[in-house]
């Protein structure tokens, strides 16, 4: 199901730049929908209508958030096309990404996990979201496809 509008980004904000701290509370006392892993999840809560932009974000360490992660970037796929996934790493790690969900090469795959060894990343949860993103990413048309976008700095 394609949205009627041109093509919606998923874009992270910095929301701190502009706006002061009791701003920042309300805001997110208004906006914020918390979403928990596990059976009761279901990612159609979200209301997608009218939206180009996405702002996701999670608790670092916590068991589950990939399985979040992935069910709200196929959600937000299917009912408002987004089509592009800012990944928290760097440029080059993004193009590695982008390159192994296009062939598969569990190699590519491999040197990214290693290369994030002795940080929360490395663990097998992290390594299987983007083996499961890669496999769904594959199944659809080549002009469907997620794109990775690394926007963190490279280390």
Same mark, same amino acid.
């Given at each position: 199901?394609?949205?009627?509008?041109?093509?919606?980004?998923?874009?992270?904000?910095?929301?701190?730049?502009?706006?002061?701290?009791?701003?920042?509370?309300?805001?997110?006392?208004?906006?914020?929908?918390?979403?928990?892993?596990?059976?009761?999840?279901?990612?159609?809560?979200?209301? #997608? +209508? $009218?939206? %180009?932009?996405? =702002?996701?974000?999670?608790?670092? !360490?916590?068991?589950?958030?990939?399985?979040?992660? *992935? /069910?709200?970037?196929?959600?937000?796929?299917? #009912? +408002? $096309?987004? %089509?592009?996934? =800012?990944?928290?790493g760097g440029y !080059?790690?993004?193009?590695?990404?982008?390159?192994? *969900? /296009?062939?598969?090469?569990?190699?590519?795959?491999?040197?990214?996990?290693?290369?994030?060894?002795?940080?929360?990343?490395?663990?097998?949860?992290?390594?299987?979201f983007w083996k499961?993103?890669?496999?769904?990413?594959?199944?659809?048309?080549?002009?469907?496809?997620?794109?990775?976008?690394?926007?963190?700095?490279?280390?």
């Open positions: 199901m394609r949205h009627s509008c041109a093509r919606p980004l998923a874009l992270a904000v910095l929301l701190g730049a502009t706006l002061s701290a009791g701003e920042i509370e309300t805001y997110l006392a208004r906006h914020l929908q918390k979403l928990e892993p596990g059976e009761g999840f279901d990612a159609d809560l979200l209301d #997608t +209508a $009218g939206k %180009r932009m996405f =702002l996701l974000g999670e608790t670092h !360490a916590v068991a589950g958030n990939e399985q979040l992660d *992935l /069910a709200l970037l196929r959600y937000l796929h299917r #009912t +408002a $096309g987004v %089509r592009f996934y =800012l990944s928290e !080059a790690a993004g193009e590695l990404k982008n390159r192994y *969900l /296009a062939n598969g090469d569990e190699k590519l795959l491999d040197f990214l996990t290693d290369q994030m060894r002795g940080s929360p990343a490395w663990n097998r949860e992290n390594r299987d499961r993103l890669g496999e769904w990413n594959r199944g659809l048309p080549p002009a469907d496809r997620v794109r990775v976008v690394g926007v963190d700095v490279e280390h």
